[in-house]
């Protein structure tokens, strides 16, 4: 199932929590040999997981409540990884709006069999959110190669510059928030909009006004 847990929530779930940030390091750093920083217990964090970002992560939670996939989301209106450091792949425009908001990290836990799955869960998820709470995009920085899986998935970003470099082609992309895009993720993903809708409400109980998630 699918989860949107803040980071200062993220103590109510520890192990959930754990192995995410050890996915992410088999995913950034073993597999695609990013130049991210793996902490001795073997988790990857980074400056955009900071308590005081207080980021909000959405995960998919398998049966034995670790994971199996995430991302992670950040209003523009604050710090973000495209602002501080990929700015030069949005010709230096740097994107700030209340109603634009970062999606970074996606990642899939390499022990899961229905990966294809999990990503639909995931975006279809980002999507839903984005339009309860009113967004118009999400912007987000990606493994170039992802581009293939998001237009399979239904929700194809518009590629805004791409950076070759050591660690491999990294990309900036705008996925525009729709009800269309939601449709179009719901009717590829296998699940209904009463999953999508059980998943938000479980989390938030109630639709939060957007000046509540952007402080």
């Known amino acids: 199932m699918i989860r949107y847990i803040y980071a200062a929530d993220l103590h109510r779930f520890p192990h959930l929590a754990r192995t995410m940030f050890e996915d992410r390091a088999r995913q950034f750093k073993d597999r695609l040999n990013w130049s991210v920083t793996v902490d001795d217990s073997g988790a990857e ?36 990884m495209v602002a501080d450091h990929f700015s030069h792949l949005t010709d230096g425009v740097t ?69 070759h470099s050591a660690d491999g082609d990294i990309s900036v992309g705008l996925w525009p928030i729709t009800e269309a895009a939601r449709l179009q993720l719901l009717a590829r993903s296998g699940f209904g909009l009463s999953d999508v809708e059980g998943w938000f409400d479980a989390s938030f109980r109630a639709a939060l006004p957007l000046a509540a998630i952007a402080a």
Do not use: K
Request: charged letters at 20%; hydrophobic letters at 40%; one cysteine or more.
């Open 45 to 80: 964090r980074d400056e955009y997981d900071a308590p005081e970002l207080n980021p909000l992560y959405i995960l998919w939670e398998n049966e034995e409540g670790g994971h199996g996939g995430s991302m992670r989301i950040l209003p523009t209106t604050g710090a973000t």
């Open 95 to 163: 994107i700030t709006s209340p109603l634009v908001w970062e999606c970074t990290r996606f990642c899939i836990s390499p022990e899961v069999a229905n990966g294809h799955q999990v990503a639909s869960a995931l975006m279809l998820a980002g999507c839903h959110l984005g339009v309860e709470f009113g967004l118009s995009d999400s912007i987000g920085v990606f493994d170039a190669r992802m581009v293939r899986i998001y237009r399979r998935l239904g929700w194809e970003p518009q590629v805004l510059g791409t950076d």
